[in-house]
């Protein structure tokens, strides 16, 4: 097993648990008697899982409320938890959001704020964690990417390649940890309903048409799919058959022949893109 055993001092980060896949997997650690570090910007949401969970579970759920796009705030997370006398053993960086639409409309501030949140601050945290995982000898990482890793994707070219970024930053990491006592896990899901598509600004419609019906899978299977996946040890969860198949077919397909597919079916690219 990979998932180190809850004990009353140590505690499982899982950052964007205000929310959606962050919110369940919080549910499934907690079920399997983990304490837990609730981490997002809405503290009123971390408060009521929080509260959810210990009365649920009997386990110890701390609410540190942050915004993971700010440096500073991430380097405050290590002290935060030691002033709580909690050692972190599993760290889940799954915070994290899409823009949409053609990279020459993009807004700047959105753009980066996506990068910082979806990329800089899943190596800042596994930068500030791992090593104290390692010295013990105990410890796992859940790091959430998606399908989208698996190929390019206009129409969201920045949120592709972070999650790209997630995936192979995630396999290299666990390569380099084998046979320290620390596993790193990166999920890849597929469509999954959750307030993704509301924060990217997408229409019912629009999020229809980015996947088939039959690719959707539910959140809290996605969430049981990661925490196996995690306690089995395994490098990459992709959740459901339909995404697996899809992911490898995005891998190895030819990309001069997709990439003008996906920009034809995008909501945001497919009627003009230069426009
Ligand atoms: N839903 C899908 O179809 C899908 C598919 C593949 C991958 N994913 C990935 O799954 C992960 C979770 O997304 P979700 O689907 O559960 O969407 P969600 O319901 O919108 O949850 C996103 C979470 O990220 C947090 N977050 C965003 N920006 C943040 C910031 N600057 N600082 C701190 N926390 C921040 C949000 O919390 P606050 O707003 O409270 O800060 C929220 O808890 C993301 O990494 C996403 O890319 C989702």
């Given at each position: ?140 990482v859940l790091n959430t990417a998606s399908t989208a890793a698996f190929q ?124």
């Amino acid at each position: 097993m990979a998932l180190p055993t809850p004990q009353a001092d140590t505690t499982a980060i899982v950052t964007g648990a205000s929310s959606g896949i962050g919110a369940e997997i919080a549910r499934e650690l907690a079920r399997r008697g983990h304490g837990l570090t609730l981490v997002a910007r809405r503290e009123d949401r971390l408060k009521a899982l929080a509260d959810e969970l210990a009365q649920a579970h009997s386990v110890r759920a701390e609410v540190i409320a942050a915004d993971l796009t700010d440096a500073g705030s991430r380097g405050e997370l290590p002290a935060q938890l030691a002033a709580r006398s909690l050692t972190p053993d599993i760290l889940v960086n799954n915070a994290g959001f899409t823009t949409m639409g053609a990279v020459q409309k993009a807004d700047r501030a959105a753009e980066l704020a996506m990068v910082r949140t979806n990329v800089e601050a899943v190596v800042d945290l596994c930068t500030l964690f791992v090593p104290g995982m390692v010295q013990r000898r105990r410890g796992a990482v859940l790091n959430t990417a998606s399908t989208a890793a698996f190929q390019p994707l206009p129409g969201q070219a920045g949120y592709g390649a972070s999650k790209a970024f997630v995936l192979s930053y995630g396999r290299a990491l666990g390569a380099e940890l084998r046979g320290t006592g620390v596993s790193v896990t990166t999920l890849c899901p597929g469509p999954v309903e959750t307030g993704f598509a509301e924060t990217a600004g997408m229409t019912d419609e629009e999020a229809g048409e980015t996947l088939p019906r039959f690719m959707w899978i539910p959140v809290g299977d996605v969430a049981r799919a990661a925490v196996e996946g995690l306690a089995a040890g395994r490098a990459v969860v992709i959740p459901g058959t339909a995404n697996r198949i899809g992911a490898g077919l995005g891998h190895l397909a030819p990309k001069a022949l997709l990439l003008p597919l996906m920009v034809k079916s995008h909501p945001r690219l497919k009627t003009d893109p230069t426009t």
